[in-house]
Nanobody
Framework: QVQLVESGGGLVQPGGSLKLSCTDS????????MGWYRQAPGKQRELVAT???????NYADSVKGRFTISRDNARKKVYLQMNSLTPEDTAVYYC????????WGQGTQVTVSS
């Protein structure tokens, strides 16, 4: 079975940092595109960042320069380092793995508030 499990969410003050982690139980992690999406209340789920198997990363304009996506293929993990957080970053963050229609994690809550 494929299972994506996120961790690292929580409450942080504006300007603070969090690092999210996603662990993939599947067997094709090393060749799959991974990503992070987020969904705020009343809004559509939106792309945050993706990272190809080669390590090539792509970011939403709203997080460029603040967030960094990375992956560890040996450990089948993908990370999202989030810096300079603002209240607009508050959302449930979901891990995504491409291929075979895609797979989603259960989400982890990130709340940015003073």
């Amino acid at each position: 079975q494929v299972q994506l499990v996120e961790s690292g969410g929580g409450l942080v003050q504006p300007g603070g940092s969090l690092k999210l982690s996603c662990t993939d139980s599947g067997f094709i992690f090393s060749i799959a595109t991974m990503g992070w999406y987020r969904q705020a209340p009343g809004k559509q789920r939106e792309l945050v960042a993706t990272i190809a198997s080669s390590g090539l990363a792509n970011y939403a304009d709203s997080v460029k320069g603040r967030f960094t996506i990375s992956r560890d293929n040996a450990r089948k993990k993908v990370y999202l380092q989030m810096n300079s957080l603002t209240p607009e970053d508050t959302a449930v963050y979901y891990c995504y793995r491409g291929g075979d229609g895609g797979y989603w994690g259960q989400g982890t809550q990130v709340t940015v508030s003073s």
